[in-house]
T-cell receptor, first 112, second 113 residues
Framework: DSGVTQTPKHLITATGQRVTLRCSPR?????VYWYQQSLDQGLQFLIQ???????AKGNILERFSAQQFPDLHSELNLSSLELGDSALYFC???????????FGPGTRLTVL | ELKVEQNPLFLSMQEGKNYTIYCNYS?????LYWYRQDPGKSLESLFV?????AVKQEGRLMASLDTKARLSTLHITAAVHDLSATYFC?????????????FGTGTLLAVQP
C-alpha cells in the first residue's frame, strides 16, 4: 500500500457524460500527478500540481481538467466522454517535485 | 521531446534462466525508475536510479543506469514464476519545479516452469 488513495475504483458511464476522479496523496506529499494508462497509448502523464498550483501539463485533452485543493487532495474531471477515454487513471504523489512518485491503486473508467 | 524505448516488449523465460530488459531514452536525464505492474493493479516501485553508474539490487533483480549512453538495464537472475508481471522503466523529465515521468512501453515477462 503506497498511502495514495483513489476513488472510485471502478466507474462505468456513457458517452457524453462527465465524471470526477478523486485522489488523496500520501501524508506530507505536496505534489500530485495524474497519469492515464490505455492499451493503445500506454502510460501517459497528464498533469502535475504542487501545493495547489498547476506545474506541468502533458497530453491532457481540453475536455479534461484537474485541480488540487487546500487540503492537497486532487480531482480529475473528464467531460464529454468518448469511448476512447476508457482507461486506467492513476494518481501519484511525491513530497516535492523531482522526488520519487508513489502511485495509487487507480480508477478504471469504462465508457459505453 | 523525451522518448523512452523499452525492449523487448514481451519476454517468455524458463525458470532458472537469466535475462536483461533494456531501456533507452532520448534526452539527458539522471533520474530513472523501474516499476512492476501486475494485471489490473497499480505500479509498484522497484528501483530509483539517480546518478550515472548507479546500480541497485533487490533479490533476483538488478538495475543499472548509464546516463552517458542514456541506457538503463534490468537484469533478472534465475527467474522464478513470481516475477511474472509487466515491468516499466520511467525517465523523469524534470526542470525547475516541474517533473513528469515518461514511461517506456513496458515489458511483459512470463516465467514458465
Amino acid at each position: 500500500d503506497s498511502g495514495v488513495t483513489q476513488t472510485p475504483k471502478h466507474l462505468i458511464t456513457a458517452t457524453g457524460q462527465r465524471v470526477t476522479l478523486r485522489c488523496s496523496p500520501r501524508s506530507g506529499d505536496l505534489s500530485v500527478y495524474w497519469y492515464q494508462q490505455s492499451l493503445d497509448q500506454g502510460l501517459q502523464f497528464l498533469i502535475q500540481y504542487y501545493n495547489g498550483e498547476e506545474r506541468a501539463k502533458g497530453n491532457i485533452l481540453e475536455r479534461f481538467s484537474a485541480q488540487q485543493f487546500p487540503d492537497l487532495h486532487s480531482e480529475l474531471n473528464l467531460s464529454s466522454l468518448e469511448l476512447g477515454d476508457s482507461a486506467l487513471y492513476f494518481c501519484a504523489s511525491s513530497v516535492a517535485a523531482g522526488l520519487e512518485q508513489f502511485f495509487g491503486p487507480g480508477t478504471r473508467l469504462t465508457v459505453l | 521531446e523525451l522518448k523512452v524505448e523499452q525492449n523487448p516488449l514481451f519476454l517468455s523465460m524458463q525458470e532458472g534462466k537469466n535475462y536483461t530488459i533494456y531501456c533507452n531514452y532520448s534526452t539527458t536525464s539522471d533520474r530513472l525508475y523501474w516499476y512492476r505492474q501486475d494485471p489490473g493493479k497499480s505500479l509498484e516501485s522497484l528501483f530509483v536510479l539517480l546518478s550515472n553508474g548507479a546500480v541497485k539490487q533487490e533479490g533476483r533483480l538488478m538495475a543499472s543506469l548509464d546516463t552517458k549512453a542514456r541506457l538503463s538495464t534490468l537484469h533478472i537472475t534465475a527467474a522464478v514464476h513470481d516475477l511474472s508481471a509487466t515491468y516499466f522503466c520511467a525517465v523523469d523529465a524534470y526542470g525547475g519545479a516541474t517533473n513528469k515521468l515518461i514511461f517506456g512501453t513496458g515489458t511483459l515477462l512470463a516465467v514458465q516452469p
